[in-house]
């Protein structure tokens, strides 16, 4: 059974910095595209940054780049969310999900619907 456990989230003020994990068990494939997304009240979820644990090629929502650093740890059973210049429209519940890559997609894509597993969710407040 796969699990996905994310930690890390927290309240901080606008410029400041959060870290946040995804723990995966249970899943076993060689490849994955593994990657975080967020919804906010009243929004739709959106990505927001993935990686291809195979290669470790990464994607990024526009509204992120630049701010925020997806990896994956050594076992590659972890993957992290370094976020820095935190604005108030960063907050949100952030997702953890996995999925296996489609044929040739080496840079996976942020569609949240093509996500097969997803974790509880941890939320970031983000204060002006």
């Known amino acids: 059974q796969v699990q996905l456990v994310e930690s890390g989230g927290g309240s901080v003020q606008a410029g400041g910095s959060l870290r946040l994990s995804c723990a995966a068990s249970?899943?076993?494939?060689?490849?994955?595209?593994m990657g975080w997304f967020r919804q906010a009240p009243g929004k739709e979820r959106e990505g927001v940054a993935a990686?291809?644990?195979?290669?470790?090629?990464?994607s990024y929502a526009d509204s992120v780049k630049g701010r925020f650093t997806i990896s994956q740890g050594n076992a590659k059973s972890t993957v992290y969310l370094e976020m820095h210049s935190l604005k108030p429209e960063d907050t949100a519940m952030y997702y953890c999900?996995?999925?296996?890559?489609?044929?040739?997609?080496?840079?996976?894509?942020?569609?949240?619907?093509?996500?097969?597993?997803w974790g509880q969710g941890t939320q970031v407040t983000v204060s002006s």
């Open positions: 999900a996995a999925r296996r890559p489609g044929p040739g997609e080496w840079w996976c894509r942020l569609h949240p619907s093509s996500y097969t597993y």
């Open positions: 249970g899943y076993t494939y060689s490849s994955n595209c």
């Open positions: 990686i291809n644990s195979g290669g470790g090629t990464t």
